[in-house]
Structure formats: structure tokens, C-alpha cells
């Protein structure tokens, strides 16, 4: 089964940038959807960011509060993809998730919904921004 690893978080003041990395075990990588999600304490787990399949042409989808700020992408090539995040703001503090859309979670894909990936998740990565 895919397992996926976060990285790059870290501490940057507001209006700074961060990228985090997702890292993926397995090369079918490519065959998967990538959603990130961010919690921060004592807050539900929220939707961020997805990259669709390759094969799908990489359609990309953002939250409202992230769009136009947070850039998501993907290298197959590296079974890795990235969250690029600027213009940070306090708010964005959270530990950072990603995931592999979980196969057979309905058609069209609800990206935004946690239940459409797998069961499984890493255990993130931290990002505070400091006003």
C-alpha cells in the first residue's frame, strides 16, 4: 500500500514562504491523487490542496483561504509532491498532511473530503508562522 511522507515545515515569520514535500513509497505513485490537509489544535482536520492523476492531466484544487497563495504540484519522475506556500499568515499554522486517494472512494472524487483518501495517514509536519 502507498504510504507517503511529509517534510519541510518549519518556523517562518508572516508573509514568509515554506515548501513541503510528500514523499511516496511506492513508484505506481503516479496512479494516485494527492490531497494535503492541515490541523491545527484543536481543529478539525482540513482540506488544503489536491493535485489529480497524471493521467488526468494534474487538475489542481485549493481551499478558499489558500488560493492564490499555496501552489501544489508533482514530480512522478521523484514519487514526490509539493506544497509551495508564500505570502504564509499566522492562521496557516497546522501540521501539514498529505494522502493517496483511497481507490473506489466514488466518482467524481471529493477532494476536499478526508474519507476520499486512505486510511492511513503519515504523521505530517509541522509549520507555525509568527506574526
Known amino acids: 500500500q502507498l504510504t507517503l511522507v511529509e517534510s519541510g515545515g518549519g518556523l517562518v515569520q508572516a508573509g514568509g514562504s515554506l515548501r513541503l514535500s510528500c514523499a511516496a513509497s511506492?513508484?505506481?505513485?503516479?496512479?494516485?491523487?494527492v490531497g494535503w490537509f492541515r490541523q491545527a489544535p484543536g481543529k478539525e482536520r482540513e482540506f488544503v490542496a489536491a493535485?489529480?492523476?497524471?493521467?488526468?492531466?494534474?487538475?489542481?484544487y485549493y481551499s478558499d483561504s489558500v488560493r492564490g497563495r499555496f501552489t501544489v504540484s508533482r514530480d512522478d519522475a521523484k514519487n514526490t509532491s509539493y506544497l509551495q506556500m508564500t505570502n504564509l499568515k499566522p492562521e496557516d499554522t497546522a501540521t501539514y498532511y498529505c494522502?493517496?486517494?483511497?481507490?473506489?472512494?466514488?466518482?467524481?472524487?471529493?477532494?476536499?473530503?478526508?474519507?476520499?483518501?486512505?486510511?492511513?495517514w503519515g504523521q505530517g509536519t509541522l509549520v507555525a508562522v509568527s506574526s
Open positions: 494522502n493517496g486517494d483511497r481507490p473506489g472512494s466514488g466518482w467524481p472524487r471529493r477532494f476536499e473530503d478526508p474519507d476520499t483518501y486512505l486510511s492511513v
Open positions: 511506492l513508484s505506481a505513485f503516479n496512479r494516485y491523487a
Open positions: 493535485i489529480g492523476w497524471s493521467g488526468g492531466a494534474g487538475q489542481l
